[in-house]
Structures are given as C-alpha cells and as structure tokens.
Nanobody, 114 residues
Framework: QVQLVESGGGSVQPGGSLRLSCAAS????????TAWFRQIPGKQRESVASITRSGRTDYHDSVKGRFTISRDSVKNTLYLEMNSLKPEDTGVYYC????????WGQGTQVTVSS
C-alpha cells in the first residue's frame, strides 16, 4: 500500500526559506517521475517542481530559481528546498507521481506572510 507523508511546512516571512520532505512507503521514488504540487484555496492543484527517474528537473515558471527539487534514494525521500519565499507561495504542498496516480498524503501547509 502506497503511503506519502509530507512534512516541513510552516509560517515564514517573505524572503524566508523552508525545506519540505516527503517520505514514502510502498513505492520507490527512484523508479518514478515525481513532483511537488501546490494547492491554493479555490484553485486547482498544480505542479510546481518535478524530477524524472533519470534526475532531470523541471519547474513552474513562478518558482524557477527559487525552488529546488531533489530526492534521496537511500532514504526514499523527496525534498523541496524553497528559498526567497513570496506570499503567493502560500498553500498546501503535496508530493505525488507526475501522473498523480498515488493516493494523496495529508500535505504540509506553507504560509508566507509578514
């Protein structure tokens, strides 16, 4: 059974940083194209960063140069390093396969506000 557990969110001021983690059981991140998604109230969940099995990364234009996605294959954990945070980055962040085929975890709340 696939289980995804996101953590690392919090409340920060604009310009701050956070590092999100996603631990998985029942799957191997290294064998899948995976992504971090963001959900803002009233809007559709969108991908903000993805990493392929081969390690190629891609980013939503709004986070390029500020966010970095990575994974630790030994720990089977996906990360999202978030720097220079902006109020518009506020939302609940989830990890999943790029195709969103796994059951969603509970997500982790990120709030950027002064």
């Amino acid at each position: 059974q696939v289980q995804l557990v996101e953590s690392g969110g919090g409340s920060v001021q604009p310009g701050g940083s956070l590092r999100l983690s996603c631990a998985a059981s029942g799957l191997l991140f290294s064998l899948s194209d995976t992504a971090w998604f963001r959900q803002i109230p009233g809007k559709q969940r969108e991908s903000v960063a993805s990493i392929t099995r081969s390690g190629r990364t891609d980013y939503h234009d709004s986070v390029k140069g500020r966010f970095t996605i990575s994974r630790d294959s030994v720990k089977n954990t996906l990360y999202l390093e978030m720097n220079s945070l902006k109020p518009e980055d506020t939302g609940v962040y989830y990890c999943n396969a790029v195709t969103m085929r796994w059951q969603w975890g509970q997500g982790t709340q990120v709030t950027v506000s002064s």
